[in-house]
Every structure is written in structure tokens, then in C-alpha cells.
């Protein structure tokens, strides 16, 4: 979503944008269900939605960052609207809002349900294709940075397809990444199956300084019915008063938290582990609250469950905590700018502060809306008049690249899973850099996945470093936060891997 909003508020500048799929398709953003969170009610204001993005980020979100992200979220929703979106409206013409955990009231826009992330995605790409200075290359994936003195200077491209080609140098005059997060790291996971931390991963392999890598957001319900990835059942489902039950029928949440269903997300995901993990089978239980209405209100949801063979109006739905929104990224300051020159980050690739430890619901599509628009206006700022005529990018690929091998993938997804997941403790987390590092070396040589195992390792390493629990980063050997640590973490590559190589030499 960030790449193509960018590209339109650059426009007439001209923007190349590179696409591993046909353009929109395998993008976190158009897998959300949620929505958008945003001060629309008269009721509400964009202070008390920067005060519940600062209480749910459990003491390490950045306020600054929240007021810039909360302040305007209005206008971003009317933009929307303008380009198309078809946001759920009532008879007077007032956005429908939904309530999600943590929020302290109803605020997020969505549509027809829990269609939102597909059809904003249909807006922005319809407009892009309007858009003639925007020149659209589809198949094609970022694999490395060039970077001189510091600055970005090129990035390498390959063709994304099974048969991978050479990386070959494409040279802009500003660089933006906005190419999603890391859940796919994970062998249980919401995210799209392209979504594998390459992005970050890259950027740290050029030396971009990476932020808060530890904290991962795991989802409390994710469809638990043995697809990969898991599909979700939005939040906005307990927002409606869907609850959370156990093979026994208990309603376990109400003895953890006073808002039980709907209280942060980590909490929830904490509790339905525990439940998994004592074999108590977890599930959502929406019949009282959305009956048959369930399977018209939330489309997305219903056709996950009919593929499983599951009857939401009648039985309750299997769920699991799954990775689903990495908080840490590339460090990104309020200007949108990387640690690295010429190069500016949006979206989930980028750690800008706003969610800390624990992202609020559907603040995540707000946050990559704003940045864009922050990046695009810095960008052009900084490059000035726009130039005239620029002919289109052509691209000679030549054969003989290497793709990520599929059993290396799935036993570095299945170690983050075990060891690096909703509950951590050192020997987990020093045996899962030294599992990184062996898979690492087998397949050294292909740019892909040494960028998944580069972004595996900071996540390892950072949450090996973080001897406390917050929010989404729960350590059993730490189990209670220390108010010495409500700060957020920063790391080079180079600092992970000497954490690594420690971990590999206490065995060796
Ligand atoms: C959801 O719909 O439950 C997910 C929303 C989000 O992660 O922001």
C-alpha cells in the first residue's frame, strides 16, 4: 500500500515500482481485514487514539510519532474515499466503525466487513495504472542495496519467478522500500507466503541500522485448520462480541483480563498459546453475537471457514496464535529516512516508533498511509524540479539466478516458530541463531534467502539482548517487564551476527 500511495503523491515525478507479483497482489496490505483506525466520531479525537496507541505499545511508543500518525487519519480516510474506496457507510451517510482490542472506542473504518485491505489495494491500483508517470514492473524483486559513502546508489533486481535470474542494478535518483514485514518467517503465520522479512533483511545486509526487531505481534485468531498461511478472523469478529471459548467450553479470557476478549492483543495471543499448548483447543465462538450474519458480514472469514468445512453460524472456529505484524523494521525517523543516505522507508519494513512493543489493531494500513505521504513530499523536496521525459525502464535479465531452496525455508520458518515465538527464553533463542546460522550456510549464495536469515537473525539476537517481557515479547525466563528496559532497541546486522557467532560458540 505505501509503494503505490507514494508513487501517486510523487506523481507527475516519475516512479519506477517494483512489483514481485502481478502489482498488489501478495501484499500484506490487501490481507487485511480490519481496516483503518481513524478519529472520525464526533465522540472521538485524534488524541485519544495517539493515548490508546501509546497504552497498548506497553511504554516504548514514540509519542511524537503517535500525534503526527493519529493527527490527520481523517483525511487519509476522505482521501481514500475520493480515490474510490467504498468504505461501509449507514443511512445517514456516517462511516460504519468498528471496535477492536485496545481501542477505547469504535474507530475502525472499514469495508463490507472485512474487506478492507482488498479494496483500498483496488483503489490505489486503479489510480496507478491512471497514473502515467508511474511505471509499474511486475515479477521483479529487490535483492540487495548499493550503497557508496553511506547512501544508497542502486538496487539490485531479480525476476521473482521459480527460475530466478541474476540480480541486475537498476540506478534511481531516491529509493524507497515499502515492501511489508516479516511474518512469513514463521511457520504459523497470517501474511502473504512472499512476506518473508526480505526487505528489512536486505537493508540490514547494507547496513541500515534495524529497530525493535524483537517485537513480533502474533495474532490471537488465526483460522487454525492446517492452511498456510493461516487465515485470519479479524479482531473486528470480538469487536461485534464473538468470544473466545475452549474444547470445554470455558470462556477463559474473562479470568485474565477485565476487558477479556478485547483486552491487547499480546494478552490474548498469550492465552490462546496456553490453551493450544494444554491441548484445550482454543476457538471463536461467534453464534451468539453475529448468528448466520456472520457469513454475509464478514466474507473473507466466511470463505476461509467454508474451505475448511467449517459452518461459523453454526460451530465455533478452531484459532491459533499466529506472526502476523512485525513492529521492529528499519529504523525510520519522523521524515521517513533510514540510517543510510538516500533512502526512505513506509509501511511494515519500517520501525518508526508508532507501535512499540504492541501495535494497536489497524493502525498499521494508517501508519504506511502517513509515511508514504511523508516519504513522497521528502523525496520530492529533496531532488527538486521534477525532470522532463523520462523514458521508461528496460531491464535485461540474465539467467542463472538462485531461488531460496523449500526445505531450508520451512525449517527456518518451523525454528522461528519453536523457539523464536509467543513464548521465549535464552536456550530457545541461542539454539534457534545457531539453527540460522547452519541453514544460512547452505545456501549462501542466493541473495533471498540470506535476507530472510539476516532478518531471522535480528530477530533472534534482539530478542536474546531484551532480558525483560513486553508486549509482544514475552521471555519465560523474564516473565515481568523491567522499567529500566521501556525503551526501544537498536542493532546492525553486524552486532546480531557477533551475537550469533557467541551462540554457536558456546556449543562448539
Ligand atoms: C484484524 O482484522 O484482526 C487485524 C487488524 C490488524 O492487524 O490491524
Redesign the pocket.
Known amino acids: 500500500m505505501g509503494a503505490l500511495y507514494a508513487a501517486l503523491k510523487l506523481a507527475p515525478r516519475p516512479v519506477l515500482v517494483i512489483s514481485p507479483e502481478r502489482v498488489g497482489e501478495g501484499a500484506s496490505s490487501a490481507w487485511?481485514?480490519?481496516g483503518v483506525a481513524a478519529a472520525m466520531d464526533v465522540a472521538d479525537s485524534p488524541d485519544q487514539h495517539a493515548a490508546d496507541t501509546v497504552r497498548a505499545g506497553a511504554g516504548t511508543v514514540d509519542a511524537t510519532i503517535a500525534d503526527k500518525v493519529t493527527r490527520d487519519a481523517k483525511d487519509y480516510i476522505l482521501d481514500l474515499t475520493e480515490m474510490g474506496t467504498p468504505f461501509d457507510r449507514d443511512a445517514d451517510g456516517n462511516y460504519v466503525l468498528s471496535r477492536?482490542a485496545a481501542h477505547s472506542l469504535a474507530r475502525v473504518v472499514r469495508v463490507q466487513g472485512d474487506q478492507a485491505g482488498r479494496q483500498i489495494m483496488e483503489a490505489l491500483i486503479t489510480a496507478v495504472r491512471q497514473t502515467p508517470s508511474v511505471q509499474v514492473l511486475e515479477g521483479v524483486m529487490a535483492a540487495g542495496l548499493e550503497v557508496d559513502n553511506g547512501a544508497v546508489t542502486g538496487v539490485w533486481v531479480e525476476t521473482s519467478a521459480l527460475n530466478r535470474s541474476k540480480p541486475s542494478l537498476v540506478r534511481g535518483a531516491a529509493y524507497l522500500l515499502a515492501g511489508g514485514g516479516s511474518g512469513g518467517l514463521y511457520a504459523l503465520t497470517t501474511n502473504p507466503p512472499r512476506i518473508r522479512g526480505q526487505v528489512i533483511g536486505m537493508a540490514a545486509r547494507a547496513g541500515a541500522v534495524i529497530a525493535d526487531a524483537e517485537f513480533v505481534q502474533f495474532?490471537p485468531t488465526a483460522i487454525d485448520a492446517g492452511e498456510d498461511p493461516a487465515p485470519?478472523a479479524?479482531?473486528?469478529l470480538r469487536g461485534e462480541g464473538a468470544t473466545l471459548i475452549n474444547r470445554q467450553g470455558e470462556r477463559f479470557m474473562l479470568a485474565i483480563h477485565p476487558d477479556a476478549e478485547l483486552a491487547p492483543r499480546d494478552i490474548v495471543a498469550r492465552a490462546i498459546f496456553a490453551q493450544t499448548q494444554a491441548g484445550n483447543r482454543p476457538m471463536l465462538d461467534t453464534r451468539a453475537a453475529l448468528g448466520a450474519k456472520v457469513l454475509t458480514q464478514f466474507p473473507a472469514v466466511a470463505e476461509a471457514c467454508a474451505r475448511a468445512g467449517i459452518n461459523p453460524a453454526v460451530d465455533p472456529i478452531p484459532v491459533a496464535a499466529a506472526a502476523?505484524?512485525h513492529m521492529g523494521g528499519i529504523d525510520t525517523a519522523e521524515d521517513g529516512r533510514a540510517s543510510l543516505g538516500n533512502l526512505w522507508v513506509c509501511g511494515e519494513a519500517s520501525s518508526t516508533g508508532l507501535h512499540g512493543a504492541n501495535r494497536l489493531?489497524?493502525?498499521?494500513l494508517l501508519e504506511a498511509l502517513v509515511f508514504a505521504r511523508t516519504c513522497a513530499e521528502g523525496i520530492a523536496a529533496t531532488l527538486g524540479a521534477a525532470p522532463a521525459d523520462v523514458p521508461e525502464v528496460a531491464i535485461d535479465f540474465a539467467p542463472g539466478g538462485s531461488s531460496p531452496d523449500f526445505d531450508l525455508v520451512q525449517q527456518l520458518r518451523q525454528t522461528m516458530t519453536n523457539m523464536v515465538g509467543v513464548v521465549r527464553d535464552a536456550a530457545g533463542l541461542k539454539s534457534a541463531l545457531r539453527t540460522i546460522a547452519t541453514l544460512e550456510a547452505r545456501q549462501a549464495d542466493c541473495p533471498d534467502f540470506v535476507n530472510m536469515t539476516a532478518t531471522a537473525t535480528l530477530i533472534a539476537a534482539s530478542a536474546l539482548m531484551r532480558e525483560e517481557s513486553r508486549g509482544g515479547h514475552y521471555r519465560s525466563d523474564y516473565p515481568e517487564a523491567d522499567p529500566a528496559m521501556a525503551s526501544r532497541s537498536r542493532i546492525t546486522l553486524a552486532e546480531a551476527l557477533a551475537i550469533r557467532a557467541a551462540a554457536v560458540k558456546e556449543t562448539s
Open positions: 487485511a481485514q480490519g477492536e495474532h485470519l479479524t479482531e473486528a502476523h505484524y489493531a489497524s493502525n498499521g
